[in-house]
């Protein structure tokens, strides 16, 4: 999937906690993202959506669900819940109102909280 920006959820005891919302600005000549970017929820709007609140606001419902799936999966393959895991997922602006979710990336414990100053005392 072709996608306008990536939602990092951050998922703390069954729950996401928190989303960013970045990108990478450009593709450098050998092929590689850089220039990564991380955008406020409303600069993330204007700038991946076209403005578009109603798309992020479903792309947002869309995240919620594909993360309760993926909950599910993972408690079905573990003898005790994560406390926490990101969950890095795709997103387009399929029309307007609407968005497209993918899944990315599960990541690991050991992931990075990008900046997000609260998390770390939920994380723990």
């Keep these: 999937m072709a996608a306008d920006f990536e939602a990092r959820a951050f998922v703390v005891k069954g729950r996401v906690a928190?989303?960013?919302?970045?990108?990478?600005?450009?593709?450098?000549?050998?092929?590689?993202?850089?220039?990564?970017?991380?955008?406020?929820?409303?600069?993330?709007?204007?700038?991946?959506?076209?403005g578009d609140e109603k798309a992020m606001a479903h792309a947002e419902r869309r995240i919620r669900k594909l993360v309760a799936h993926?909950?599910?999966?993972?408690r079905c393959r573990s003898a005790a819940p994560l406390p926490a895991v990101r969950i890095d997922i795709l997103v387009r602006r399929a029309a307007p109102g609407r968005a497209d979710v993918a899944t990315l990336e599960l990541t690991e414990l050991g992931f990075s909280l990008l900046a997000w100053e609260e998390g770390p005392p939920k994380v723990r």
């Design 70 to 74: 993926w909950l599910v999966w993972l």
């Design 18 to 50: 928190h989303i960013i919302y970045s990108n990478f600005g450009r593709i450098d000549p050998d092929g590689f993202p850089v220039d990564f970017e991380k955008l406020e929820r409303s600069a993330a709007i204007n700038m991946w959506m076209g």
